[in-house]
């Protein structure tokens, strides 16, 4: 089963960080000043926007309105183009706005991207899904568990369904005792019966703590998984073949990089001896390729 256990947040492992010594207005001027007159200055936009957390590019954002009465988010589509605008787009919306339109695009139309939903879900915390869930409802009206179930079938939506009510055990320690009774669990719902007993290993992975299903995994469970080593092995399949999924790649490397991108890099390189800068140097290129580079950092 291809469900995660949502992180426990280490800001330290993230290679985004605070500014130090920052300056929204400073910061929104240069902003204005490269997209003023005729020709935009990529490489300021870059400089600015891949080096603020999160919550300084809104600061930013509250300054550039002040200064010109309109919003970065619309100049930025205005004046850029193409995955560069998209990467940019998704640096300065709010990480729960973001999420919600990455949820809203995932399940648009005929088909259903399954990938995204269970990178999104499995990923984030309770306060982040219900936050997304908010956001979600504010720009449709709409409840997103209602919608998701329209959307889904089978155990898929019976496990996605439960890791978007946001309501995964709290705690940071483990009961040993209780891990191995759940690694016991498993087993007989698993590997010692003809069959699978999906609903126990629902139940289990997708409401027990992060702890918890770690403890397990050491007793007996097989199927917990690596969260880092998992976003690293999405990221490379983004960039895999003959093309680039640039959603997928863009999604991870700003969602990620004040969380643990640092561990994702480490991963991707244990799982494929090369550096997830020299992947990016390789398989993107332009403005977009160097903003990218700019939010991984260094080569490792």
């Known amino acids: 089963m291809a469900f995660l256990s949502s992180p426990i947040k280490n800001k330290e492992r993230g290679t985004v960080k605070p500014k130090a010594a920052f ?5 929104a001027k240069a902003l204005i000043k490269a997209m003023k007159g005729l020709g935009t200055n990529e490489k300021m936009l870059t400089d600015v926007l891949a080096d603020r957390s999160s919550a300084q590019r809104q600061l930013i954002c509250t300054a550039y309105q002040k200064a010109t009465g309109r919003t970065l988010l619309k100049d ?3 004046e850029t183009s193409g995955d560069f605008r998209n990467l940019l787009v998704a640096l300065v919306t709010p990480p729960a706005e973001y999420d919600c339109h990455e949820v809203m695009r995932a399940i648009k139309g ?11 879900f499995s990923s984030r915390t309770n306060q982040e899904i219900k936050a997304l869930s908010e956001a979600f409802f504010k720009e449709t009206q709409k409840q997103l568990i209602s919608k998701l179930e329209k959307e889904l079938s089978g155990d898929f939506s019976k496990a996605l369904l439960l890791l978007a009510q946001g309501n995964r055990e709290p705690g940071t320690k483990a009961d040993v005792e ?15 019966k003809l069959g699978t007993d999906e609903a126990k290993f629902i139940d289990i992975l997708c409401r027990k703590s992060i702890p918890h299903i770690r ?3 050491r007793q007996r469970l097989k199927c917990a998984e690596n969260l880092p080593a998992y976003l690293a092995e999405c990221l490379h399949d983004s960039m895999k073949g003959g093309g680039t999924d640039e959603s997928t790649l863009t999604r991870i490397m700003v969602s990620r990089s004040e969380i643990d991108l640092l561990d994702i890099k480490t991963e991707f390189k244990k799982l494929y001896n090369y550096s997830l800068h020299s992947a990016l140097q390789s398989e993107v290129s332009g403005d977009y390729g160097d903003c990218l580079k700019a939010i991984c ?4």
């Not at 300056?23 to 910061?27: G, L, N, Q, T, V």
């Not at 209780?178 to 010692?192: C, F, I, M, Q, V």
Request: net charge negative; proline share 0%; charged share 45%.
């Open 23 to 27: 300056d929204a207005d400073k910061d």
């Open 76 to 78: 930025l589509k205005d």
């Open 110 to 120: 005929v088909g259903t991207e399954r990938n995204t939903l269970v990178e999104i």
């Open 178 to 192: 209780k891990a191995r009774e759940d690694a016991k669990t498993l087993y007989s719902a698993g590997e010692k």
């Open 215 to 217: 403890q397990t995994s």
């Open 297 to 300: 950092g260094g080569d490792d």
